[in-house]
C-alpha cells in the first residue's frame, strides 16, 4: 500500500493551501484516512482524519480553519487549509487505514512520505 501525498509548498500568513493523498495498491478496502504533522522538535500530531463514512475529526488547533475530504472513488484525501499561520509550519503527513485482500485478510496503516507547509509571516 502506498501513499501519494502532494500540495505543500511556501505560502504567506493568512494564504490557503490544499493538500491531496492518493493511496493506491491491490485489493484496497480503505477505511479511515488522515493527516498528521510534525514541526522541527515537536511530537506528530492529529491535523484531521476522516471515517470512510464522512464522520470528522479535527486537532484543537484547527479551530474551523482547515477542512478534511475524500474522494472514495478515488482513495484520496484532501485538506483544504485556511488563513494560515506561521505555526502551522511542518512537515505535513497522510495515512489511511486498510485491509488488503489476498490469501489472507491484512490490516494495516500506511502513512504517506511527508509534504512541507511552510508558512511566512
Known amino acids: 500500500v502506498q501513499l501519494q501525498a502532494s500540495g505543500g509548498g511556501l505560502v504567506q500568513a493568512g494564504g490557503s493551501l490544499r493538500l491531496s493523498c492518493a493511496a493506491s495498491?491491490?485489493?484496497?478496502?480503505?477505511?479511515?484516512m488522515g493527516w498528521y504533522r510534525q514541526a522541527p522538535g515537536k511530537q506528530r500530531e492529529l491535523v484531521a482524519d476522516i471515517t470512510s463514512g464522512g464522520s470528522t475529526k479535527y486537532g484543537d488547533f484547527v479551530k474551523g480553519r482547515f477542512t478534511i475530504s475524500r474522494d472514495s472513488s478515488k482513495d484520496t484525501v484532501y485538506l483544504q487549509m485556511n488563513v494560515l499561520k506561521p505555526e502551522d509550519t511542518a512537515v505535513y503527513y497522510c495515512?489511511?487505514?486498510?485491509?488488503?485482500?489476498?490469501?489472507?485478510?491484512?490490516?494495516?496503516?500506511?502513512w504517506g512520505q511527508g509534504t512541507l507547509v511552510t508558512v511566512s509571516s
Open positions: 495515512n489511511a487505514d486498510y485491509h488488503q485482500f489476498g490469501a489472507e485478510i491484512v490490516a494495516g496503516r500506511a
Open positions: 495498491g491491490n485489493n484496497l478496502r480503505i477505511n479511515s
